[in-house]
């Protein structure tokens, strides 16, 4: 059974920092390119940054380029997201998500996903 856990969320103030994980088991986590997404209330599900099965390609959303940062640990089936200079507008649940086939940018291509967690941004 494939289960991907996210961990980080939290409440912080504009400016800050935070940093989520995303924990997998239940698969051969190296051969998927993992990403991660976001939905905030009221609004459509988003990608924000993937990382590919190596580790040496990355992709970002225009709104988070330059602020976060998508790593990832194959020895500890392990993808993490460092978010620096939070935003009101990066509120939102994040996900994690992992994807057999491509390094993409689609929601709809991915296989598996966590249930999210929670990063609320004050202003």
């Known amino acids: 059974q494939v289960q991907l856990v996210e961990s980080g969320g939290g409440l912080v103030q504009a400016g800050d920092s935070l940093s989520l994980s995303c924990a997998a088991s239940?698969?051969?986590?190296?051969?998927?390119?993992m990403g991660w997404f976001r939905q905030a209330p009221g609004k459509e599900r988003e990608f924000v940054a993937v990382?590919?099965?190596?580790?040496?390609?990355?992709d970002y959303a225009d709104s988070v380029k330059g602020r976060f940062t998508i790593s990832r640990d194959n020895a500890k089936n392990t993808v993490y997201l460092q978010m620096n200079s939070l935003k009101p507008e990066d509120t939102a649940v994040y996900s994690c998500?992992?994807?057999?086939?491509?390094?993409?940018?689609?929601?709809?291509?991915?296989?598996?996903w966590g249930q999210g967690t929670q990063v609320t941004v004050s202003s």
């Open positions: 990382i590919g099965q190596s580790g040496r390609n990355t």
């Open positions: 239940g698969l051969t986590f190296s051969r998927y390119a």
């Open positions: 998500a992992a994807n057999t086939i491509v390094m993409t940018t689609r929601a709809d291509r991915y296989d598996y």
